[in-house]
T-cell receptor, first 112, second 116 residues
Framework: QKEVEQNSGPLSVPEGAIASLNCTYSDRGSQSFFWYRQYSGKSPELIMSIYSNGDKEDGRFTAQLNKASQYVSLLIRDSQPSDSATYLCAVTPEGGYQKVTFGTGTKLQVIP | GAGVSQSPRYKVAKRGQDVALRCDPISGHVSLFWYQQALGQGPEFLTYFQNEAQLDKSGLPSDRFFAERPEGSVSTLKIQRTQQEDSAVYLC??????????????FGPGTRLTVL
């Protein structure tokens, strides 16, 4: 079982719709959770971080964390073609250390 | 201010050659990470530095891989006797503090290594 699992996609949504990206992780003691966006040929950039159960909203983005289900998701409202990218879920373990384990990423395509 | 920079951006090596990849983190950043990203995959952790100390090298795939950060700033990832399976993008990231995984990691543009 991979430590961080994501559906590779592609996930296609029409412009203006809500895109829902999902991620599960295996280490129950995981402490911090991140969503990175990676455009083709570019490096990852952090778009959301979440540390406690519930929802966290930032503009059009909402991260949701459910530690009991070991599940983290990212919602993108009013999806734009510029949101088309690969979204990487990343998790850090319990303890005072920043080692990050990434999923393989979900490719999102927003259709104009 | 300047972000994380990496050089070279592209490197082509013949199998068996040694290569050195450089990372200049954001000034003052304590933590530095190296990742390997194969095509269609997420970044895979290679090694972690806190200042000049290499605290975790568990992700280095073989003893052909070696990393250093002698003065706690610039870091070099060296790959000896390169093999075709070493072809990947090598990403460097830095963050300002240590601690319980709460800091953003800022990624450099990566070095794309192709081994022929």
């Amino acid at each position: 079982q991979k430590e961080v699992e994501q559906n590779s996609g592609p996930l296609s949504v029409p412009e203006g719709a809500i895109a829902s990206l999902n991620c599960t992780y295996s280490d129950r003691g995981s402490q911090s959770f991140f969503w990175y966006r990676q455009y083709s040929g570019k490096s990852p950039e952090l778009i959301m971080s979440i540390y406690s159960n519930g929802d966290k909203e930032d503009g059009r983005f909402t991260a949701q964390l459910n530690k009991a289900s070991q599940y983290v998701s990212l919602l993108i409202r009013d999806s734009q073609p510029s949101d088309s990218a690969t979204y990487l879920c990343a998790v850090t373990p319990e303890g005072g250390y920043q080692k990050v384990t990434f999923g393989t990423g979900t490719k999102l395509q927003v259709i104009p | 201010g300047a972000g994380v920079s990496q050089s070279p951006r592209y490197k082509v090596a013949k199998r068996g050659q040694d290569v050195a990849l450089r990372c200049d983190p954001i000034s003052g950043h304590v933590s530095l990470f190296w990742y390997q990203q194969a095509l269609g995959q997420g970044p895979e952790f290679l090694t972690y530095f806190q200042n000049e100390a290499q605290l975790d090298k568990s992700g280095l795939p073989s003893d052909r891989f070696f990393a250093e950060r002698p003065e706690g700033s610039v870091s070099t990832l060296k790959i000896q006797r390169t093999q075709q399976e070493d072809s990947a993008v090598y990403l460097c990231a830095s963050s300002p503090r240590t601690g319980p995984g709460t800091d953003t990691q800022y990624f450099g543009p990566g070095t794309r290594l192709t081994v022929l």
